[in-house]
């Protein structure tokens, strides 16, 4: 499952929750293999369409892309990525 929740904020008695995001490797090639085939995003809404648009069978997503993989960290030895400001 893929979750995208904004944050709720307290209120009253309420207790808030903060917001959750998945961020998904995307492959737009069949069978592709190794981290730097995948592109990285990260998902912010998940929504289905209005009727008057017609019917779609599955969810739709909003997401935002990220660079491709950069080298490794040398401390920490992991792959880096950064928000994309194109796509």
């Known amino acids: 499952h893929v979750r995208a929740r904004p ?12 917001g959750h995001f998945d961020m998904a490797l995307i492959s737009d090639t069949p069978r592709s293999s190794g ?3 995948l592109d990285v995003a990260q998902v912010r809404v998940i929504f289905t ?7 779609y069978s599955r969810a739709l997503a909003y997401i935002e892309w990220f660079t491709p993989f950069r080298l490794p960290d040398p401390s920490s030895r992991l792959l880096q990525v950064s928000r994309s400001t194109r796509h």
């Open 35 to 37: 981290l730097r085939t």
């Open 49 to 55: 369409l209005p009727r008057q648009f017609g019917t």
């Open 7 to 18: 944050e709720v904020v307290a209120s009253g008695r309420r207790s808030g929750c903060p």
